[in-house]
Structure formats: structure tokens, C-alpha cells
């Protein structure tokens, strides 16, 4: 076993998991109304070993929509499917230093990375047309809906109408976003913007759970393979590329702060959701609703430093 005492690991991750549910403090997201209506009392924490051992404690089985816990997830699969290579004469691998939806491009006029929105969006634009060109819209809704289940491990991936609606509805800055890179040339030539952004507001809408998305995290932790289902989903070099994206892209404008404090590859969402890796050990899936001024789910981030005092998991811990 990976962890050989497993039952102690839950023990601690329980009682951080308690110290943490007290902490009332941050605003759920309000630019749509089906996320302002959310309770913020949810508070829910699964881990999923990379030899397939699970904890989970609190609201694990409450669906939520992925938001930006997906874009890890989509680069993943645009990785796979097109290499390295191509992705990156699309979009670059440095931070931001600004707000996920915030209008700017690199030097390059490129977007800066695919972890914040802009970056998000060519990537989707990237799936469409250079990756499922023939397929139908629906067959492409299909397509990546099925690779999201595959890393975990089969479970179910649903999706939420009302929100989708409310984030097509509620996209002036996407908007603004897709026609402002569409200036600069940034999209492949056979883009159509109003498909592409409706395919981005499609898996932000995508549905899970915080138990499921731990198996995400674990296929992630495993090098690409899911330790559920022994499934090879991702090459070796191409989940090297999301987690080191992850781990200086993935808290919004808290990447450095997180990447110094924590040391380990993170994405975080305004749905209160944060993929957590740790390489070759786990993955882990925090979900609460309220988010600090950053945008990160105030308990997730407490619960990762908390677990960093308990655990040396952090990139240069074991010096
Ligand atoms: N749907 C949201 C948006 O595009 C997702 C952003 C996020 O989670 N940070 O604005």
C-alpha cells in the first residue's frame, strides 16, 4: 500500500476536515443565480489513493458544476489527443498575474496559459476543430464527456441545463474574451466563436461529485492511469504538463502564494471545488462554496495548508 496506514491517514484528514467546517468566512459566486443560491454549509473532502484506497467525509455525494475545476481536464484531453507541441503554438505556460476572466493576452497575443479563462476557451476551440472536426455538436458534447468519466474511473458525469443557460446568459466577458482573441488571430481558422464558447459553457456546466472528481485527481497523482479501473487514460508526459501548469496556473491570482505555501499542483473553481494532487500518493477533492477575493473556496485552501502542517507533501519537503 501507497499509504500503509490508511486508517490513520483518514483519521487525520477527518479532523482537519472538522477544523475546518467553523470557518464560515467567504461569498458563495453570485454572477449567476443558480450559484448564489447554493447553501454554503456544504463542506465536503473524498481522497482516492493511487492504489484505489478511498476516504470521503461530509457532502461528497451533493452534485455541483465542475466551472474551472475543468480546465485541467480539458487541456489533459487537447494534450493527448494533439501532443504538446500544437497546443502550445496556440497558448502559452506562464501566469497571468491577473484575474481568470481578465481581458489581456501575453506578449505573443496569445492567451497566457490554459488554466485561466482566455486559455480555456482556445483550448476548446483547439478540441473542435482540430481534434473532432467531423463530429456533430452533440457528438463532441459526447466525446469530452466521456473522456471526463474515464479519468474517473466511470463514474457519472451529469450535466445542469439551468446553469448552462445562466453562464451563456451571464458571458459578456467570455464573450468579450472570444472576440478580443479573435482580433489577434488566436483561434485556429476554422472556429466558429459562438460554438466554441457554447462548448466552454457546456463542461463548465458539467455535473459531479467531490467523490468522483477525487479519482480524477488520483488518475492525475498516478501518472494518467486511473487507479480504479487500471484504465492507461493519459501519457506520462502529458499529465507532466497539466500538473506543472496546475501548480503555477491553477489558484487564479494565488497561484505563487499556493505554489510557495502548499507546493503541490491545485485547480480551483468558483463552484468551491479544488483539485488537489499529490503526486504518486493521491488525489483529493475539496467542495464549499464560499470563495476568498481570489476566487478559491476559503475552507479548500485552509484545508490544504492545514494538511501541509500534518503531512510533508509539499514539492520540497524531504530535502
Ligand atoms: N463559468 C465560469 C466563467 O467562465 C468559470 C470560471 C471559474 O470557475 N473561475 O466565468
Known amino acids: ?23 464560515t468566512d467567504g461569498k458563495v459566486a ?17 481522497v482516492c489513493t493511487i492504489d484505489g484506497q478511498r476516504f470521503s467525509i461530509g457532502d461528497v455525494h451533493v452534485p455541483f ?26 497558448v502559452g505556460q506562464e501566469p497571468s498575474g491577473r484575474n481568470f476572466n481578465e481581458l489581456v493576452l ?5 492567451p497566457h496559459n ?18 473532432h472536426s467531423e463530429m456533430t455538436l452533440a457528438e463532441k458534447f459526447d466525446f469530452t464527456q466521456n ?14 441545463n439551468s446553469i448552462f443557460l445562466s453562464e451563456r446568459e451571464a458571458a459578456d466577458r467570455n464573450y468579450a474574451l472570444g472576440f478580443y482573441m479573435r ?49 492507461k487514460v493519459f501519457r506520462p508526459d502529458v499529465v507532466r504538463d497539466v500538473l506543472s501548469l496546475m501548480h503555477s496556473c ?24 479544488i483539485l488537489l494532487v499529490v503526486p504518486n500518493v493521491a488525489g483529493i477533492f475539496t467542495w464549499s462554496p464560499p470563495l476568498d477575493p481570489c476566487g478559491n473556496s476559503v475552507r479548500g485552501v485552509q484545508f490544504c495548508k492545514e494538511l501541509l502542517q500534518v503531512f510533508n507533501f509539499h514539492r520540497y519537503d524531504n530535502l
Open 147 to 160: 473522456w471526463f468519466q474515464r479519468m474517473a474511473g466511470g463514474e457519472n458525469f451529469g450535466f445542469n
Open 65 to 90: 458544476t465542475l466551472q474551472s475545476c475543468s480546465k485541467p481536464l480539458t487541456y489533459a484531453v487537447a494534450l493527448e489527443c494533439l501532443s504538446q507541441k500544437v497546443v502550445h503554438q496556440y
Open 114 to 131: 490554459p488554466m485561466i479563462n482566455a486559455g480555456a476557451i482556445l483550448v476548446c476551440s483547439l478540441l473542435q476543430t482540430l481534434v
Open 183 to 231: 482580433e489577434h488571430k488566436v483561434f485556429p481558422e476554422k472556429t466558429n466563436l459562438r460554438e466554441c464558447l457554447d462548448f466552454y459553457f457546456q463542461i463548465c456546466s458539467m455535473e459531479t461529485t467531490a467523490d468522483s472528481m477525487s479519482v480524477v485527481a488520483a488518475t492525475l497523482a498516478n501518472g494518467g492511469i486511473c487507479p480504479i479501473t487500471e484504465e
Open 30 to 46: 453570485s454572477y449567476i443565480p443558480q450559484l448564489a443560491r447554493v447553501n454554503p454549509d456544504y463542506w465536503g473532502v473524498s
Open 250 to 273: 491553477g489558484m487564479y491570482d494565488y497561484s505563487g502564494q499556493f505554489a510557495f505555501n502548499v507546493g503541490l499542483p491545485a485547480k480551483s473553481g468558483v463552484c468551491g471545488g
Open 1 to 23: 500500500f501507497v499509504v500503509p496506514d490508511f486508517l490513520g491517514f483518514t483519521k487525520d484528514i477527518e479532523e482537519i476536515y472538522w477544523k475546518c467546517k467553523s470557518n
Open 106 to 110: 501575453d506578449h505573443n497575443k496569445q
